[in-house]
């Protein structure tokens, strides 16, 4: 870790061999205090390998491995444990693949200062969704509408996997409580997040589709969120949510 940086980049990658090397470089170049964290679930495509070589040559890249695919979610909470663990005041978490374009970020840390999680936002004035097919927009936004409604959220891009988290919020989380270990995450988190009062602001930006290797999300993953949405919804009815989670008393 460089001593002085203040942000942690997590990017959970699976077979992302064609993007991490110009990703990372990307975002070492923007020039802002930050180090990459990349948790790689042993790709058979070698990008832990590509992951190694870039971390021995730059101390601000490391690499968690871990042993085969494990889930998008339960990556994501490995690298907000170690953001939490390595004192860094925020942690972005970002896909490998330039759908999350880096050039977004300053602007990001810089909604940061006054809030606990920053959303990169589709959905917002502004943001938008570049070269996608219509059945992979029709099915976001009524993922989106559907989390939004179920889960009485005033978020609107719910789904969005692109946020700047502030750490010292994200103590108020039980993260190891989160059951969602796939795409279901991003869903379940926002609603924690939320629920314990966390200040929550939107950035937009443009997404657009990935630009090397291959989609991992399944129809599984579509199923798994829907499920998601229902159980948090009568957890809460039934008060069953993590302790940290109850809403604030104002
Ligand atoms: N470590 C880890 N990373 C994952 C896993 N599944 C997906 N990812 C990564 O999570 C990010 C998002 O996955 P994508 O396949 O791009 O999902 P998506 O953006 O919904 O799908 P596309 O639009 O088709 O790219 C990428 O960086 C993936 O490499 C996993 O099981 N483990
Ligand atoms: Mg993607």
């Known amino acids: 870790m460089s001593a002085k940086s203040d942000i942690l980049v997590v990017i959970p990658t699976y077979n992302e061999a064609e993007n991490i090397r110009q990703l990372a470089e990307q975002l070492l170049a923007l020039g802002l205090p930050l180090d990459v964290l990349i948790v790689d679930d042993n790709s058979p495509d070698g990008t832990g390998r590509i992951a190694d070589e870039m971390a021995a040559s730059d101390e601000r890249i490391r690499v968690l491995h871990r042993e085969g695919k494990l889930g998008l979610g339960t990556a994501y909470r490995a690298g907000l444990k170690d953001a939490i663990a390595g004192k860094y005041s925020f942690a972005v978490t970002m896909d490998a693949d330039f759908s999350h374009d880096p050039c977004y970020i300053p602007e990001i840390y810089k909604a940061a200062c006054d809030r606990d999680l920053v959303i990169g936002s589709r959905y917002v004035l502004h943001g938008g969704v570049e070269n996608w097919p219509l059945r992979r927009r029709i099915l976001s936004r009524t993922a989106n509408a559907v989390a939004r409604l179920v889960l009485r959220l005033r978020v609107a891009d719910c789904t969005a996997g692109y946020r700047c988290y502030r750490t010292s919020a994200l103590s108020r989380i039980a993260l190891d409580e989160i059951r969602s270990n796939g795409y279901s995450f991003l869903e379940e988190m926002i609603y924690l997040c939320d629920r314990a009062g966390f200040r929550i602001g939107e950035v937009p930006i ?14 599984s993953e579509i199923y798994k969120a829907m499920w998601t949405l229902l159980r948090l919804r009568w957890q809460s009815l039934t008060g069953t949510l993590p302790e940290h989670s109850k809403p604030r008393k104002i």
Do not use: L, Q, T, V
């Open 206 to 219: 443009i997404f657009r589709d990935r630009r090397g290797g291959e989609s991992k999300i399944s129809k």
